[in-house]
């Protein structure tokens, strides 16, 4: 490796889901994925402090079920389609598996908001959370 | 702590861009950020097969010169504006710094890769590149 330099990423908190399996889980957010809670650590109170109901965000996780030796992909899983290189698709196998959905918060109790739907699995580490910028989402 | 749980991020390539210092960098990639080049390793070489001009895509990098123990900034540094807990700005300091750029590719010379506009300093880490999905830019 040229870069063997590693990097220490922490759970900041869990998604609480329904979705119990891989089986279960919609590939996409968009694909019937459920509410879910992200439950946040105490020691990161004050970075929460202006979630409100109605906030879009980017929630950013660690797949810690995902084979991160794993370089191409049929896309969707789908044997039918071509192999593609994961950095054009959004399998969670990759070598950093980091999960990246937009949600729009539903609910703020303290440490545990409500997202409108997330395809994480439950249990899911939270590792970042970040407000949705207009050169995020805007045509170019 | 209670999760303390830690997870392995690695590099697997790095920004090549002429910002050089954070005084330089502008605050957001549609702020006049340069294009830039990222080179990957080639231990990825086969994920990135499928990138090429005129994709749009999220990286992730990170930002090695954030400070981890801020919870609470002042929105763009400006120090007339009330403080605000960092998960809905986008500061780069913040328990984990990842940060998340959308980008369009330009160019594709084997393992580099240049992009329009990029807001991160020259010799930032890259972990991670994702495709665009219109989840992610529509209008909720």
């Known amino acids: 490796m040229q870069n063997a330099e590693i990097f220490e990423l922490r759970a900041i908190g869990r998604v609480e889901s329904p979705l119990r399996s891989l089986d279960a889980a919609p590939r996409q957010a968009d694909e019937g994925a459920p509410e879910a809670w992200l439950i946040f650590d105490e020691d990161v109170r004050d970075a929460l402090g202006s979630v409100r109901v109605g906030t879009e965000l980017i929630l950013l996780t660690w797949l810690d079920r995902a084979q991160r030796d794993v370089l191409v992909v049929h896309p969707r899983g789908d044997v039918t389609r ?15 598996p980091v999960g990246l959905h937009r949600v729009r918060v539903i609910a ?3 440490l545990r908001i409500r997202v409108d739907h997330l395809e994480a699995l439950d249990g ?15 045509a170019r």
Chains 1, 2 share one sequence.
């Open 108 to 110: 703020v109790d303290g």
């Open 124 to 138: 899911t580490p939270i590792v970042d959370l970040k407000p949705v910028l207009d050169e995020d989402i805007s």
């Open 82 to 96: 071509p192999p593609e290189g994961v950095f054009t698709t959004r399998s969670p196998h990759r070598p950093n």
